[in-house]
């Protein structure tokens, strides 16, 4: 028995031994690691392009880390502002030890810079800053993280409006154009869209991920009205008679191609201007397509401003879904007027130009004084 004992002890000994000098060579040696190396872009000085969303705008390249034996390394491609030395930085992509290159779309570049700006309390400036990228390395929490050279950049973002997933409503109107249709927006980047949508009335339509593939563009024949319906992948056109009312919530779940409608409203107009309140005062608003002129689609009011200068912004004459000061975003020559809710042309009397920017993920409320 001790002699049994004895081999077993001699035994582990030997193992631990072994496993002593297996860690030794796994050991990671700070001072024989090297960190990636970045390569210099061709070009250092971007100026981003809402036009260009879906084009490269940055081919970042660099070469592998190495941290002195094989092991599963990720690399962090780190954005930040110049001035902030990597003390807050935005993640722009993620891989593994095998990844050694990365290509940034306009859209997302600006997208990450609109939210990192918002994260140092910039927002509507969108002059152009140096920022810094990195390669930050790591292979485990308790390892040293190797960072890269550092390479500065001089970039112009653009717009203060994210650039959010989108769907297209085409057909409007006979407009089957991808670039000017309206849009539903998915600000979760879940794969549910929804927006508000002008249609006008008798116009067929469909819903369309920028492509006429089959399997990007969805239609068919639901009931008159229908709430809730499921789309066909590449079906036919919605029928015009399908759905009657001039503007709508449109909702769209890509997963299960489900087709919601709801607030379908036939008139919006603008009311309580010179005072006039009562039931049919509204005036009239008119649908405008998205231009170089304009901030998108929008409906749009000139009223004549000579005695009583608030209003709101309301359907079908009746106050159920009106717009007001307290639950939409407005700018220009508009303030709040004291003690309500109602919108207050800031300028007194004059003729004014009112635009609803309503096809967005946040609509906005534009006054101008003409």
Not at 263 to 270: A, E, L, P
Not at 338 to 358: C, E, L
Request: hydrophobic fraction near 35%; include cysteine.
């Amino acid at each position: 028995m001790k002699i049994f004992n004895y081999l077993f002890l001699a035994g582990a000994l030997l193992a631990t031994a072994s496993c002593e000098n297996d860690m030794e060579k796994l050991t990671y040696q700070s001072g024989e690691a090297q960190a990636a190396v970045l390569d210099t872009p061709a070009q250092t000085s971007l100026v981003l392009d809402s036009r260009n969303a879906d084009d490269v705008a940055l081919e970042l390249t660099w070469s592998k880390p190495d941290f002195g034996y094989s092991a599963i390394v990720t690399n962090n491609v780190e954005l930040d502002l110049a001035a902030n030395n990597f003390s807050s930085p935005r993640i722009i992509a993620s891989g593994s030890s095998t990844t050694t290159t990365h290509s940034v779309t306009v859209a997302d570049l600006n997208s990450t810079i609109i939210s990192l700006l918002a994260d140092n309390g910039i927002e509507e400036d969108f002059s152009a800053r140096e920022y810094q990228v990195r390669i930050a390395s790591s292979i485990s929490a308790d390892a040293e993280t190797l960072y890269s050279n550092v390479l500065t950049l001089t970039i112009t973002p653009y717009s203060m409006d994210i650039q959010y997933p989108s769907l297209d409503v085409v057909g409007i109107n006979g407009n089957w154009d991808f670039a000017s249709s309206q849009k539903i927006f998915s600000p979760k980047d879940d794969g549910i869209y929804s927006a508000m949508v002008y249609f006008g009335g008798n116009t067929e339509w469909k819903l369309a991920a920028s492509s006429w593939d089959a399997d990007k563009n969805w239609g068919g024949a639901p009931e008159a009205e229908a709430a809730s319906t499921v789309l066909t992948p590449g079906g036919l056109n919605i029928p015009a008679t399908t759905y009657t009312h001039t503007t709508y919530i449109v909702t769209f779940d890509r997963a299960t191609a489900t087709l919601q409608m709801s607030q379908g409203r036939d008139f919006w107009g603008v009311i309580g201007v010179n005072g006039k309140w009562e039931a049919n005062d509204d005036i009239e608003m008119t649908y405008e397509a998205a231009s170089d002129s304009n901030e998108g689609h929008n409906l749009t009011a000139t009223v004549e401003v000579t005695n009583g200068d608030t209003f709101k912004i309301r359907p079908d004459h009746a106050w159920d879904g009106e717009l007001n000061t307290g639950n939409i975003t407005f700018e220009g020559d508009v303030t709040t007027n004291d003690g309500d809710s109602n919108f207050k042309f800031a300028d007194g009397n004059g003729t004014y130009t009112i635009k609803w920017y309503f096809n967005k993920v946040e609509q906005k409320l534009v006054v101008t004084k003409n």
